[in-house]
């Protein structure tokens, strides 16, 4: 098994968990990017009594709307992103080592050269997955409506209102999220936002270079203090994921924003403050009429979710490719052994 498909699945393993354990904070951070309702917004809802909300008034199982097409939107971009990192990577190292042999730098894959790798592997992540990721925006941000709300009104309920049960009204699936976006935009609706995502895999790129560069140093470091022995532990690659994971968010949380605004449902009646025609046309009305707040809204959210899956993921995916590896040695050997003489 090659070493980047060992890479490819292990990225995809530890996505998928960390999709599961942070879920219900994607999808509140979600609503609270899609949020153009200027009234509602001076409520300015915290992420746990949005939580709340959505549960009171939509169920738990809201929560998790969207959660399928997104595990298979989570493997998909992990499996993708990490194969093609490995590739790149590859070919980056060998060509450091050549420049080596011509006494061209010590043989070590620099910064620019991983943030290169990094930013290829988004884009080719970001063109294939995009579709998937519209899907899931969709359901995330689908709101169970009580019949005497307008369509394309986000559900604003006083405590003294009735709320209609949740059995009134129709499921919300994948399906009537993909028929959604069909009869909205046609088929090149499942590319919209693909444009600020694609300048967005400076996030992965930039988390990336930060996690390669901080774990090369630890490892450097404890090859020195352990004559020899760079080995990290799992707690060790938690702490630097986060950290990378941190510094990347608060660069390009504001193209995020952005990028959901163009995948949620667009308002096509009513106020024109709120349907936006593309990226520059979102930009310019969020900055006209939200200032450039706009750009911010749940970026506590965020980073707390974003922070904790990709320490998950990290510490996950390195475990999976250690347990791989080992496996695969042991085989080795076992097979030399059964061997006969």
């Known amino acids: 098994m090659s070493d980047a498909l060992i890479n490819g699945l ?34 300015k809802f915290g992420t746990i009594e949005l939580m709340r909300q959505v549960i009171k008034h939509e169920g738990w199982e809201q929560l998790y709307g969207g959660l399928t097409p997104s595990l298979v939107g989570t493997a998909a971009s992990q499996g993708v992103y990490y194969y093609f990192y490995q590739i790149f990577r590859n070919k980056a190292e060998a060509a450091s080592l050549e420049h080596m042999k011509k006494g061209i730098g010590d043989g070590s894959v620099g910064m620019f050269s991983s943030l290169v790798v990094a930013a290829l592997s988004g884009c080719v992540n970001v063109l294939m997955t995009n579709p998937i990721w519209v899907v899931v925006t969709r359901m995330q941000t689908h709101t169970k409506i009580p019949k005497k709300t307008q369509p394309g009104q986000t559900l604003s309920v006083s405590p003294d209102e009735t709320v209609f049960a949740a059995s009134e009204l129709p499921p919300f699936g994948t399906n009537h999220a993909i028929q959604e976006v069909y009869d909205e935009a046609g088929f090149w609706g499942f590319w919209k936002g693909v444009f600020p995502t694609l300048i967005m895999v400076s996030n992965p790129s930039i988390q990336f270079m930060l996690y390669e560069t901080m774990l090369k140093k630890l490892k450097k470091r404890r090859a020195l203090s352990r004559k020899g022995n760079s080995g990290v532990t799992a707690l060790e690659i938690f702490l630097l994921g986060a950290l990378a994971k941190l510094g990347a968010t608060v660069v390009t949380y504001p193209l995020l924003v952005v990028k959901s605004r163009l995948q949620a449902k667009q ?29 911010y809204k749940g970026m506590s959210t965020k980073i707390a979710q974003s922070v904790l899956a990709a320490a998950v993921l990290f510490m996950v995916k390195e475990e999976l490719v250690k347990g791989a590896r080992i496996l695969l040695t042991t085989d080795g050997i076992n097979t030399v052994k059964s061997r006969p003489p």
Do not use: C, W
């Not at 393993?13 to 009234?39: F, S």
């Not at 308002?267 to 900055?287: E, F, N, P, Q, W």
């Open 10 to 43: 292990a990225g995809a393993g530890g996505g998928i968990i960390a999709q599961l354990i942070t879920y219900p904070l994607q999808t509140v951070n979600t609503r609270q990017q899609t949020e153009r309702d200027l009234k509602k917004e001076k409520r």
């Open 267 to 295: 308002v096509s009646t009513g106020d024109k403050r709120h349907h936006y025609k593309g990226t520059s046309d979102a930009i310019l009305k969020m900055i006209r009429y939200e200032g450039f707040y706009g750009f």
